[in-house]
């Protein structure tokens, strides 16, 4: 079936949603996060779109911008194969790690800038990782609320706050904000037990591979990171990311 046509907003700003490949984990620790940071301020310089929000979440990214001289693909594409080529290599792992065709909403008018922008602020809260969207580290809320507060369409100096503050439905192209939570090795290990009838995996398992691709996919819907399965089970890294491309 061939794809959607791509909406364009006659205002240039658009809503983008980055997702890992199949709802992978894109962020393990703090230098991946602030990685992707540095991208989204470097190719600013490059590409000359405007970034007025940024939510980093574990396994999803939220955007807010306008673009400038450059289509939204050719910017993705810059920062998507920059991050993965960066990632890969830390990660000793090959493949693709973002969702091929990202997600995108065009924002015509100040209105929905305003919800788009509280609904960006609000995932993290929404997923409970935190009670206040300015406690979540990996967004630009700050830009808002510090000193040198960014101005915001229709709301007075120092409403900002309280504005995001609020708890609504809002509602923009809206996925499950569920997040894979770190499980304790115990935890971890039961599943694995479960799934294969021990920590260790019966013989001849490898070899089929369509049955132990679709453990691993169970297991990792359960919690498990990529690390933790190879280090518990004794299944190389590189086979489980396979399985999860």
Known sequence: MPRAARRKSESGIYHVILRG????????DEEDYAYFIHLLDRFQDI??????AYCLMGNHIHLLLKTGEE????????????????????YQRVGHLFQ???????????RYFLTVLRYIFRNPVKAGLCTKPEEYPYSNIKEYIGARQRTVPCLEKGEFLAFVSQNTEDSCMDISETIRRGITDSAAENYIR???????????????????YLSIQRLTEKGISIRQLSRLSGISKSLIERALQ
């Open 71 to 90: 289509p939204l693909d050719r910017v993705f594409r810059r920062i998507g194969a920059s991050f993965v080529y960066w990632y890969n290599l830390k």
């Open 21 to 28: 490949m199949n709802r992978q984990q894109i962020f393990y």
């Open 194 to 212: 479960e799934e294969f009838g021990g920590l260790s995996l019966p013989s001849g398992e490898k070899e089929n591979r369509d049955s132990l």
């Open 47 to 52: 590409s000359h779109y405007e970034l007025y």
């Open 100 to 110: 091929d065709r990202f997600r995108s909403e065009p924002v015509e008018d100040d």
